[in-house]
């Protein structure tokens, strides 16, 4: 079996990263040697993830739905690192499966798009310059299945519709 890579002094974010896919991706990043901020809304629950995982862990307040949220935590990371290396947006809200795509909530719709799309987003533009910075950055967008439209039915529309904008 190939060595993994050390990635020791490189920096990754994670956005959602105080629990599920985006805890487990930030404990493998810092496995790998990376120092991973997890962009996190609250910040209690962030710290206690970042304790969870240990070594070169840390939260930092980062609400991908907030307007100004996403410069200001540029800024700060710029401010610490000069630059970014990994930016995993994972960041999202409203799995719904029991709603249905011909009885929508305009408001769960909304709201799903405001953070899973306009919040993915504005990461990816406020982070871009510290990613160039890098020299070799690297922006993954996670969607996932319920975005598939060859697997899309009715179920989760605000979620499904949402995540289909960051595939390809």
Same mark, same amino acid.
């Given at each position: 079996?190939?060595? *993994?890579?050390?990635?020791?002094?490189?920096?990754?974010?994670?956005?959602? $990263?105080?629990?599920?896919?985006?805890? *487990?991706?930030?404990?493998?990043?810092?496995?790998?040697?990376?120092?991973?901020? %997890? $962009?996190?809304?609250?910040?209690? /629950?962030?710290?206690?993830? +970042?304790? /969870?995982?240990?070594?070169?862990?840390?939260?930092?307040?980062?609400?991908?739905?907030?307007?100004?949220?996403?410069?200001? +935590?540029?800024? *700060?990371?710029?401010?610490?690192?000069?630059?970014?290396?990994?930016?995993?947006?994972?960041?999202? %809200?409203?799995?719904?499966?029991?709603?249905?795509?011909? /009885?929508?909530?305009?408001?769960?719709?909304?709201?799903?798009?405001?953070?899973?799309?306009?919040?993915?987003?504005?990461?990816?533009?406020?982070?871009?310059?510290?990613?160039?910075?890098?020299?070799?950055?690297?922006?993954?967008?996670?969607?996932? *299945?319920?975005?598939?439209?060859?697997?899309?039915?009715?179920?989760?529309?605000?979620?499904?519709?949402?995540?289909?904008?960051?595939?390809?």
């Amino acid at each position: 079996m190939a060595a *993994e890579a050390n990635h020791s002094g490189k920096v990754a974010l994670v956005t959602g $990263g105080n629990r599920g896919i985006g805890l *487990e991706t930030a404990r493998q990043l810092a496995e790998l040697g990376f120092t991973v901020l %997890i $962009g996190v809304r609250d910040l209690a /629950k962030g710290e206690a993830a +970042a304790r /969870k995982i240990g070594g070169k862990v840390e939260a930092i307040a980062l609400d991908v739905a907030a307007p100004d949220a996403a410069a200001q +935590a540029a800024a *700060e990371v710029e401010r610490r690192f000069g630059r970014l290396d990994v930016l995993v947006n994972n960041a999202a %809200i409203h799995y719904d499966p029991s709603a249905r795509a011909l /009885k929508p909530d305009w408001a769960v719709i909304r709201d799903a798009f405001e953070t899973n799309v306009f919040g993915a987003w504005r990461v990816a533009a406020a982070f871009a310059p510290l990613l160039s910075a890098s020299g070799h950055g690297r922006l993954v967008n996670v969607s996932s *299945e319920g975005g598939s439209l060859a697997s899309m039915g009715a179920g989760a529309p605000a979620y499904s519709t949402s995540k289909a904008t960051l595939t390809r």
